[in-house]
């Protein structure tokens, strides 16, 4: 059972983040510390995303984050590249602490510690699918021939070979997810960022991408930090999951754990649901759509 984190330093560390979204968040933080809740805090004006919470993914871990809609699962993994700075408290990445990079530290750190893929895949629609995989390295410098060789090889690794010269509009939504797949695997970070990768995409092509993920997890060992709505998805990838409820884990665990020993009634209930919603077996590929 891991429930904690295999031992050593590990590779991103969320430790008492707080995040209020609104006019005066750090009043408003002051109102958490005093005890108002969620619902207090929103007839107040603000929006409690993230509640006291600490987390810590080792490295090499594939690490799920899952929960209701607005519990902050997006918020949670924004934080780590820093797409969103929290109210209080501190997200470390390898030891380095995020919120208190320069400018130019957290371009260095976007460019080389962590990937991120996008819900909606974010693809530059004047680019070829080629120059889109290779942007990552582009922005970081590396001579054409050089990061078109990578890019080219990590397209063919996504099963893209032979349309490096489309362009993103020509493709599926399937292909342009693994374009963004490829753009964010080809810069080698040791850390990648996926909120619902997968969530747009038809079942077939959602689970051809888990299994080339899986593998691809397999064979570079970095350190996943995945957004999903999918239990399935969740059980068959992640090492642990987390169940956030209103910006708190509520369980951690490997996914045996959270399906066979829910920690309260809100796992149970989000599980139960879950199950219900998708009663075919888990290595189905059919999942709800997101929410998100
Ligand atoms: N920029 C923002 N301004 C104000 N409120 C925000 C902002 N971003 C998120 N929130 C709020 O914070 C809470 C958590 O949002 P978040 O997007 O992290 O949820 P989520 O778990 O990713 O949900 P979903 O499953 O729908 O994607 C929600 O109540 C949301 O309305
Ligand atoms: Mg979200």
């Not at 007839?43 to 993230?50: I, K, N, R």
């Not at 987390?55 to 594939?62: D, H, N, Q, V, Y």
Request: hydrophobic residues 45%.
């Amino acid at each position: 059972m891991r429930d904690a984190p295999p031992a050593g330093a590990p590779m991103i560390e969320f430790a008492a983040v707080t995040t209020l979204f609104g006019r005066r968040p750090q009043r408003a933080l002051e109102r958490f510390r005093a005890g108002a809740d969620k619902a207090a805090l929103l007839a107040e004006g603000h929006v409690l995303a993230l509640a006291d919470l600490s987390l810590t993914i080792a490295p090499g871990e594939f690490f799920a984050v899952m929960g209701l809609s607005g519990s902050g699962k997006s918020t949670l993994i924004r934080h780590v590249n820093r797409l969103i700075d929290p109210t209080a408290g501190c997200i470390r990445v390898d030891g380095i602490e995020v919120s208190a990079l320069d400018r130019r530290g957290l371009e260095a750190f976007r460019r080389r510690r962590v990937a991120m893929v996008f819900q909606h895949f974010g693809l530059l629609p004047h680019r070829t699918v080629l120059e889109n995989a290779a942007y990552g390295l582009e922005v970081r410098g590396e001579p054409r021939a050089e990061r078109e060789a990578r890019a080219a090889a990590w397209l063919e690794r996504v099963g893209l070979a032979g349309y490096e010269r489309h362009m993103p509009q020509a493709l599926s939504g399937g292909m342009r997810q693994r374009v963004g797949l490829a753009r964010a695997l080809a810069v080698e970070t040791p850390v990648l960022l996926m909120d619902e990768p997968f969530s747009a995409l038809d079942p077939l092509t959602r689970a051809e991408l888990q299994d080339e993920l899986a593998a691809l997890h397999r064979g570079h060992g970095r350190t996943v930090l995945f957004v999903t709505h999918d239990l399935d998805e969740a059980a068959r990838l992640a090492d642990r999951i987390a169940i956030l409820r209103d910006g708190a884990v509520v369980q951690v665990g490997a996914p045996a754990d959270i399906l066979e020993r829910p920690a309260d009634e809100h796992v149970r209930a989000f599980v139960g649901a879950v199950r219900r919603d998708r009663p075919q077996p888990p290595s189905s590929p059919f999942a709800s759509p997101s929410a998100g």
